[in-house]
T-cell receptor, first 113, second 109 residues
Framework: EPEVTQTPSHQVTQMGQEVILRCVPISNHLYFYWYRQILGQKVEFLVS????????KSEIFDDQFSVERPDGSNFTLKIRSTKLEDSAMYFC???????????FGPGTRLTVL | KNEVEQSPQNLTAQEGEFITINCSYS?????LHWLQQHPGGGIVSLFM???GKKKHGRLIATINIQEKHSSLHITASHPRDSAVYICAVMKRGADGLTFGKGTHLIIQP
């Protein structure tokens, strides 16, 4: 069964450094999402992406964050200058159509020191 | 106030028991999702509902749109059902999901 993959599984970085989290969606999916989950808290929506542009973003998704699909396969989340409070599990999710099941990747655990 | 509320927050039951997890929401929605989060952190979609009832194996999900309430039932519970069960809604006009805090379920042998 096709699945969403994410790399790396765990990233440790120093505060102020840039990180790029990568997601490979299921091949015929057109809608892409990033969510985050701070340890012990609920999952939160960050951004949705369709047709090579952001379709919706949350208040969390400030100027430090960006997303792109550079090569038509990978879907990336970049954090330009990480802060301690960016430490969380980041999940990519993909969806074939605008309505339907979202398929989640295994997550990337980001630790900012 | 959270837009998606789940109860109970924690539930411990014996193997074989019938389990019910509840979800209430306070916004207009286009769909409601039930998700399972494993101890390792991975999230699996169980159901997507916009009306009525769905069944998959020992899992049943129902939704009452008028009352803004959904339930997830597990019949003949088993220790492997131990996980966090999360209710999430797609608000009308929105793209991303809005999540509840989850129900931490432990099934003891």
């Amino acid at each position: 069964e096709p699945e969403v993959t994410q790399t790396p599984s765990h990233q440790v970085t120093q505060m102020g450094q840039e990180v790029i989290l990568r997601c490979v969606p299921i091949s015929n999916h057109l809608y892409f999402y990033w969510y985050r989950q701070i340890l012990g808290q609920k999952v939160e929506f960050l951004v949705s992406f369709y047709n090579n542009e952001i379709s919706e973003k949350s208040e969390i998704f400030d100027d430090q964050f960006s997303v792109e699909r550079p090569d038509g396969s990978n879907f990336t989340l970049k954090i330009r200058s990480t802060k301690l409070e960016d430490s969380a599990m980041y999940f990519c999710a993909t969806q074939r159509t605008g309505e339907g099941t979202q398929y989640f990747g295994p997550g990337t655990r980001l630790t900012v020191l | 106030k959270n837009e998606v509320e789940q109860s109970p927050q924690n539930l411990t039951a014996q193997e074989g028991e019938f389990i019910t997890i509840n979800c209430s929401y306070s916004v207009g929605i286009s769909a409601l999702h039930w998700l399972q989060q494993h101890p390792g952190g991975g999230i699996v979609s169980l159901f997507m509902l916009s009306s009525g009832k769905k069944k998959h194996g020992r899992l049943i999900a129902t939704i009452n749109i008028q009352e803004k309430h959904s339930s997830l039932h597990i019949t003949a519970s088993h220790p492997r059902d131990s996980a966090v069960y999360i209710c999430a809604v797609m608000k009308r006009g929105a793209d991303g999901l809005t999540f509840g805090k989850g129900t931490h379920l432990i099934i003891q042998p």
